[in-house]
Nanobody
Framework: QLQLVESGGGLVQPGGSLRLSCAASGFTLNNYAIGWFRQAPGKEREGVSCIRRTDSSTYYSDSVNGRFTVSRDRAKNMVYLQMNSLTPEDTAVYYC??????????????????WGQGTQVTVSS
């Protein structure tokens, strides 16, 4: 069974940090571009970060650029999203997705083939 699993979400105070992890079962993430998306209540899902399949170049939306960092560990078959300087506006369910396609501009993964179930991130004092 091919699936993605996110972990690392939780409650954090404004200005704090979290690291999300994306793990795969049944396939290797190294063969895919990986995107992170988020969806806040009442809002559309938005892409926030993407890492390329080939050279691991990274892309970010304007809203997270400079605060979030996406990376992959090929040996562990994992992808991470380090989130710093979090604000209440970052509160959302965060999803990782995999595509044999490519990263578009501003952190959007094109045509995901697989999605995780999401992990809740809440930024609140």
């Amino acid at each position: 069974q091919l699936q993605l699993v996110e972990s690392g979400g939780g409650l954090v105070q404004p200005g704090g940090s979290l690291r999300l992890s994306c793990a795969a079962s049944g396939f290797t993430l190294n063969n895919y571009a990986i995107g992170w998306f988020r969806q806040a209540p009442g809002k559309e899902r938005e892409g926030v970060s993407c890492i390329r399949r080939t050279d691991s170049s990274t892309y970010y939306s304007d809203s997270v650029n400079g605060r979030f960092t996406v990376s992959r560990d090929r040996a562990k078959n994992m992808v991470y999203l380090q989130m710093n300087s979090l604000t209440p506006e970052d509160t959302a369910v965060y999803y990782c997705a995999a595509a044999f396609s490519r990263c578009l501009g501003l952190g959007v993964l094109h045509s995901p083939d697989y999605w995780g179930q999401g992990t809740q991130v809440t930024v609140s004092s």
